[in-house]
């Protein structure tokens, strides 16, 4: 991925189920944190794949309208 973005949701699953585990056996609380991050990791990609098809598709959608993005002048100002 080339970036990492925890959703609220994501944040407010992971801190759920650290509260529900707190009295649970250290190896208890192992297994269920491995499948609450599996579970995370499963919609960091899925959300992955999301952006780079929205992207995809305003990229159609503008070279359809005749609008050639790639050679736009970027209006962020890199201030480095």
């Not at 992971?14 to 509260?19: D, F, M």
């Not at 990609?45 to 992207?55: G, L, M, S, T």
Request: glycine share 2%; proline share 1%; aromatic share 10%.
């Amino acid at each position: 991925m080339d970036s990492f973005y925890l959703t609220v949701e994501q944040v407010r699953f992971a801190a759920s189920v650290w509260v529900a585990v707190q009295s649970f056996p250290a190896s208890v609380q192992k297994q269920v944190y491995t499948q609450a991050a599996e579970i995370i990791q499963y919609h960091q990609r899925r959300n992955q794949q999301a952006r780079e098809h929205h992207a995809q598709r305003k990229r159609q959608r503008l070279r359809a309208l005749g609008i050639e993005f790639e050679k736009l002048r970027c209006c962020i100002q890199d201030n480095s």
